[in-house]
């Protein structure tokens, strides 16, 4: 059995080309992105007011993470500059 991560390193991608190789992503431009999100921040604000028990807090928080990331791929593909580095996959 050969171990993945060889099948992996010897890969040459779809057609024999190799995969592209793209630099890091920064860990605080990720951070960055992830507490000062506006729509995060508008979400959380928007349903927590009225979260008054645990578990309406937890849908709040979820929907809240769901709008930051559907910013972010929006941002991503409009192609605005800051969301192309954060928002891509890695």
Known sequence: MIPLVTLLQASKGIAGIPPEIQPDVSLWLVLGFAVLNPAVIAVAWMLGRRADERAKLLVAAFAAAIAG???????????LPLFTTAGRAG
């Open 69 to 79: 990331v559907a910013l972010v791929w929006l941002g991503a593909l409009l192609r």
